[in-house]
DNA sequence: GCGCCCTCATTGCACCTGCAACGAGGACAG
DNA sequence: CTGTCCTCGTTGCAGGTGCAATGAGGGCGC
């Protein structure tokens, strides 16, 4: 009676080795950007769409990241209230719509960013030269599992 | 002097996609696991490691499953607690090394993972269906990463 | 205008987490 | 045996997190 268990190989678990490689991968630039900026990885997601002005203007509420990053409204929220107080960014009030809290970069949060997007850059190709030939294979099965599974049931 | 930044996109960047793919992934089983039967992830990574007699003996210390999981030993450690609080896992002093703590199921804690174990199965063969051909050489791919990556600096 | 229901963002709460510090125990040289 | 240094596991603390509740505001029918 002590082996009615099936055998289960967790390390060919799918989201297993999926949370151990998001984990092993953010663990070097996370550590560089706490250490070297202050920046943990919520607000660094903030920061990076905040950079690039997507839509016309160069201010983005609360809900537009969340919708665009898999990220908790009330993680944004907790996020930008910490870059705010490190005055990397502004909250103002939307002049249209008083609900909405439009987020801008101040210039402080631009010279940041200058240095922080290149560290990026680097560190994605130093990835994709690890992948080598895997690499496009590789992104296309993750663009599979990104696309089919739903975030918001 | 609005635009020095260099164009950076979220969505390609590897370790973010990672991050996101980890989450879904993770978290249709998580809720089941959570809502049926009260059990979170460290706790069931702890209990997949009890669940498999990889040495001679059926039994774990703690600095094992550190080992082998990529969990940190106080994560391991508070979730045993809490595993033995609700009266899955049993914890007893090595009688050869009186520092390591062996963990060892109870009966309950086989009945739980003779219900858990096939669930996980399950959804592993739905995640395989989902990335059909491109399967092979998306392990692959993560293969690559996780061995490449350390996990101690 | 008024009531109703919706959306946006924040916050209170309980819990989880990482990290450093700790105590207990083992290994080993002298 | 004693002292020193190591390992194992737990815990205190400060801070992050998810979730539900909240308050402010908008949209719309009447």
Known sequence: MTRPLPDFDLSG????????????????????????????????????HLAQPLDGRGTVSVRDIEA???MEKSKVSRAASRLETAGYIEKAADAGDR????????????????????????????????????????????DRLLDTLPHDP
């Open 68 to 70: 665009r990053v898999a």
């Open 13 to 48: 678990f799918t989201p297993y080795r999926l949370a151990v490689a998001a984990e092993k991968t953010s663990e070097a630039l996370a550590r560089q950007y706490r250490e070297r900026f202050g920046i943990s990885i919520p607000e660094w997601r903030v920061l990076v």
């Open 99 to 142: 609900r909405l809290v439009r987020l801008a970069l101040t210039d402080k949060g631009q010279a940041l960013m200058a240095e922080l997007l290149p560290l990026a850059r680097a560190y994605q190709e130093e990835l994709e030269r690890r992948l080598g030939d895997t690499l496009a294979d590789f992104e296309a099965g993750l």
